[in-house]
C-alpha cells in the first residue's frame, strides 16, 4: 500500500464523510490504488440485511497470497517479513524474509495439495504461536482451501465440536507447545480430539518441543520432512472475491460455537488499510502484535494486515510473565518495535507488578501503543501510557469482533486526541449507530444505546458457517436493517464512543469471548449436578471472572464441596479449555427464574458483583425466596 497516510483530524472528517457519502466509490479507489487483482470486480457493493446478503467486489478474481507475499518479492524480498521471538529468550530469533516466507507457503501449500487438499476444502489448524502457524494459514489461502484456526488452548472436546462443525479433512499440529516453563502435550489432544472426528484422514505434525508422541500409522505424518520433499513454488489458485478464506469460531450466547465466514476481497482489503491507518506504519517499522493467531486479532493484524502492507510482524510464541514479567519490554527493545498491541488484561497484569521491569528497558523505538479484546479501563490505560508509552505514543482503544473482521471504532494516532477508556470515533467507512429498547434510532450525544452498525463494510462476516439462519437472527433480527454488535456503548458530547460492554450472555475473560451455554453444558455433565448458571463478575486483571452457580442432585448433597469444586473445574478444562475455569463456584438450592422458566441471570450477575441493594424487579419470578438464600451464601 502506498505510504500516506491521513495526517490531521479534518482530514480524517474529510474522508470520512467521503466514505460514507459514496461508499461504493471510496473502497473502490482504495481497491484499486493498493492491491493487484487477476480481474476487476463487475461490482463493488451488493446487499441485503434483510436476507441477509452482502457481496464485495463481486466477479473480481485474485489470491490474497499475491497481495501477501509475491507482489513484495521486486521490492521487499529480502525485507523480514516475520520476526519470531521465541518462548525461551535463550533460543535465537528467526528473521523471515519474504522471499523465503514465499517459498514456505509454497512447500506447505504443495503439502497439503499433495494430501489431496482441494479449493474449498476446510484444513483444522491447530498450532502454538511458531512460524509453521502463519505459514499454514497463507498454504490455505494459496490452495483455495479454507482455513479453520482453533486456539491451541482449547481442549479436545472443543477441537472436535469444532473439526466436525466445519468437516475439516486434514489437522495440522504440533507435537507440543511451550507456554512459560511448561509444556503442552498439542498432539495428545488432537489425538483424544479425532477419535470422535471420523472425516479427519490425515495429521500433519510440526516438530517444536520434542516430546515423545503416538503418530497413528497412516494418518499422522511429520511435517518437516514433507517440507523439505515438496516442490518450493506454487501456483496460486484465482479465487472469487466471495469465495470463503477462512471460517473462525467465536462463542454465542447460546448453543455451539458460531463458525464465522470471511470472504477473500473484501476482507482483504479492509483488514489491510485498517492496518495502515490504525497503526500509522511506514515502511521500516517493526510491529508487534501480542494476540494468538488462533483469534481474530491474530488473523487480521499479525498475519493479513501487516503482510499486505509489506509490513516487518513480530510472532511471540511465549507469554508476558516469563522468564519474568519484563519480557514484553525486552522483546520491544530487543528488536525495537515501532507499534505494539496488546490486550488491557495483560496491561492490568503486568501493571501490578514492579516498575522495574519496565524501566529498566529502553522503549524509545515505541511510536503507537494498541489495546484491543475489552474495555480498558482508566487506570490501566494511564499506567500504559505513562509507564510504556511515556506520554509519547498515542493509544489507540481499537474496538471490533471476530465478525467484523477489522478494527471499527478507535482513534487514529497523532490525529485523533484520546480520551481514556473511549475508543473514541468510527474508522472510515463504519457507520455506527445507537439503538434503544424499541427499535428506534437514538440520535444525537450525550446518549447510551445498543451499538449496532448500519451500512456493510468490506470485511463483515458473510454467514456462519453451514447455519446461514443463525446468523440472520444473531446479527439481523434485533433491529431493522441493522448489524448487531451485542454491545452497549455510549456517544459523549463531542461524538465519540465508549463501549460499555456485551448486553448479552457472552461473558469477556481477559478478552477471551465466552458464552455461558458450553460451560454450563459441562457443569451439567458431571454425575453429581443437576443444574447450573453462570455469570461473570468483575475482576482486577481478568476483566471478568466466572462464577458458577449450582445445584447438586440428591446423591451430590454429601460430597465434600472442595472436592467438588475441583472436579467441576476439571471437567470444565476438558470440555472447553483452561481458560473457562470457574473462580468462584457456589452450591445453591434453586435459581431464580422467571414464570416462563428462564434463569434470571441479571440477578445473578448482581449477588455475584457483591451489589445487592437494588436488584430491580424481581415480581416476574417464579421462586424469590431463593434470592434470600443465594444472598447470604454468596462467595
Ligand atoms: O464486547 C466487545 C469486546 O470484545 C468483543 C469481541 O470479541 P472477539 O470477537 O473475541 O474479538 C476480540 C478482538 C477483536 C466485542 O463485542 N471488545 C473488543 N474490543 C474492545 C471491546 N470492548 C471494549 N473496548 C474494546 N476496544
Known sequence: ???????????????????????????????EEHFVWRKRWDNVLSWDFKKPEIKWFEGAKLNITENCLDRHLPTRGDKTAI????????????????????????????????????????????????????VALLACARIGAIHSVVF??????????????????????????????????????????????????????????????????????????????AYADCVAEIMDAEDPLFILYTSGSTGTPKGMVHTTAGYMVYSAYTFKNVFQYTENDV???????????????????PLANGATTLMFE????????GRF????????????????????????????????????????????????????????????????????????QTETGGIMITPIPYVTPTTPTYATLPFIGIQPALMDENGQ????????????IKFPWPSISRTIWGNHDR?????????????????????????????????????????????????EDSINEHPAVAESAIVGFPHDVKGNALYGYVILKETGESRDRENLRKEINQQITEHVGPIAKLDKIQFVSGLPKTRSGKIMRRILRKIASNDTSNLGDTSTLLNPEVVQEIMDNAL
Not at 2 to 21: A, D, F, G, W
Not at 442 to 448: A, M
Not at 475 to 504: K, P, W
Open 441 to 452: 434510532e437514538i440520535k444525537g450525544n450525550q446518549v447510551d444505546g445498543r451499538l449496532c
Open 329 to 400: 519490554w525486552d522483546v520491544v527493545e530487543k528488536h525495537k518495535v515501532n507499534q505494539f498491541y496488546t490486550a488491557p488484561t495483560a496491561i492490568r497484569a503486568l501493571a501490578k507488578e514492579n516498575l522495574d521491569y519496565v524501566e529498566k528497558h529502553d522503549l524509545s523505538s515505541l511510536k503507537v501503543l494498541g489495546s484491543v479484546g475489552e474495555p480498558i479501563n482508566e487506570e490501566a490505560w494511564h499506567w500504559y501510557n505513562n509507564n510504556v508509552g511515556k506520554k509519547n505514543s498515542p493509544i489507540v482503544d481499537t474496538w471490533w
Open 318 to 325: 511465549g507469554v508476558p510473565s516469563y522468564p519474568d514479567y
Open 471 to 519: 446468523y440472520r437472527d444473531t446479527y439481523f433480527s434485533a433491529y431493522e436493517n441493522m448489524y448487531f454488535t451485542g454491545d452497549g456503548a455510549l456517544r459523549d458530547a463531542v461524538g465519540y464512543y465508549r463501549i460499555t460492554g456485551r448486553v448479552d450472555d457472552v461473558i469477556i475473560v481477559s478478552g477471551h469471548n465466552l458464552g455461558t451455554a458450553p460451560i
Open 1 to 31: 500500500m502506498s505510504n500516506y497516510h491521513i495526517k490531521h483530524l479534518e482530514e480524517y472528517y474529510q474522508v470520512y464523510r467521503k466514505s460514507v457519502r459514496n461508499p461504493e466509490a471510496f473502497w473502490e479507489e482504495i481497491a
Open 83 to 134: 520476526i519470531f521471538e521465541p518462548n525461551d529468550p535463550k533460543e535465537e530469533a528467526l528473521h523471515i524474509t519474504y522471499r523465503e516466507l514465499h517459498e514456505r507457503v509454497c512447500r506447505m501449500a504443495n503439502v497439503l495439495l499433495g494430501h489431496g487438499v482441494k479449493k474449498g476444502d476446510r484444513v483444522c489448524i491447530y498450532l502454538p504461536m511458531i512460524p509453521e502457524l502463519s
Open 287 to 305: 510491529y508487534w502484535c501480542t494476540a494468538d493467531i488462533g483469534w481474530i486479532t491474530g488473523h487480521s493484524y499479525i498475519v493479513y494486515g
Open 152 to 229: 491451541a488452548g482449547f481442549s479436545s472436546h472443543a477441537l472436535a465440536t469444532r473439526i466436525n462443525d466445519s468437516d475439516c479433512k486434514i489437522v495440522i499440529t504440533s507435537d507440543g507447545s511451550f507456554r512459560g516453563s511448561k509444556s503442552i502435550d498439542l498432539k495428545g489432544i488432537v489425538d483424544k480430539a479425532l477419535e470422535g472426528c471420523p472425516g479427519v484422514a490425515n495429521v500433519l505434525v510440526a516438530k517444536r518441543t520434542n516430546a515423545k508422541i503416538d503418530m497413528l500409522k497412516g494418518r499422522d505424518k511429520w511435517l518437516q520432512p514433507l517440507l523439505d520433499e
